[in-house]
């Protein structure tokens, strides 16, 4: 029997935003690692079910299930904002496997200071490609969305202004977000390679240390992650009367009382 598929709604979330349980299943299903292997084809024709589906041009015969599929490629590798497909080193689908491997090497490689120095590069830039892939993207770095603000919206996505002060909590919440996501596996790992490393095994074959301190790594960050990228809603929403007071009159004037909240993108 063919699914009745008049009134499904592709953009909408199938969990509870509001909730942080609800966020972290949002972000466990989009930051899926095997997400990472789908070829050129499948994410194309991932963007090609989900626009289809936005203007109800489903295809005939086409199930939920491959909907919802689609919709968690399009969501693993394309940008919330502009729709263009994401760098794969970018995603944050690949942060379990970029993040275990370099994690892993920088826990294993400290003894000389060339390694810590070459690793900590590596480590930052790989942040640095992240944090520019996942951006909000109508300010494409950081420091321009302090000095110049943030595009904040109404919730029909109408553009309200530029806020400085909503750019200053979303960086600081991606910022929490970011060290709750390194902060398990940087802390506990020693702990634990430190209880190990003194057994008859690990002693003979040491040549496992790296290995194991890379999968374990790549175990943390699977749970953490999706919890970290969860702790806050992916869009903002501010009190009007919390941006600035210029901002306040411009839209104030505009709109009158009926904007009483401010949305926008913080990014990843």
Known sequence: MEADLSGFNIDAPRWDQRMFLGRVKHFFNITDPRTVFASEQELDWAKAMVEKSRM????PGTQVEQLLYAKKLYDSAFHPDTGEKMNVIGRMSFQVPGGMII???MLQFYRTMPAVIFWQ???QSFNALVNYTNRNA???TSVRELIQGICVKDRDQNELGHSQRAAAVGITQVVISRITMAA???ILLPVVM?????LRLMKKVRVLHAPLQVLLCGC?????VPVACGLFPQECELPVSYLEPELQDTIKAKHGERVLFAYFNKGL
Request: no cysteine; proline share 15%.
């Open 184 to 186: 398990p596996g940087m």
């Open 121 to 123: 590069w590596v480590n």
């Open 138 to 140: 109508a300010s494409p």
């Open 56 to 59: 109800g041009l489903v295809p």
């Open 220 to 224: 943390f960050l699977l749970f953490m």
């Open 194 to 198: 430190e209880r190990l490393e003194p």
């Open 103 to 105: 994690t892993g090497f």
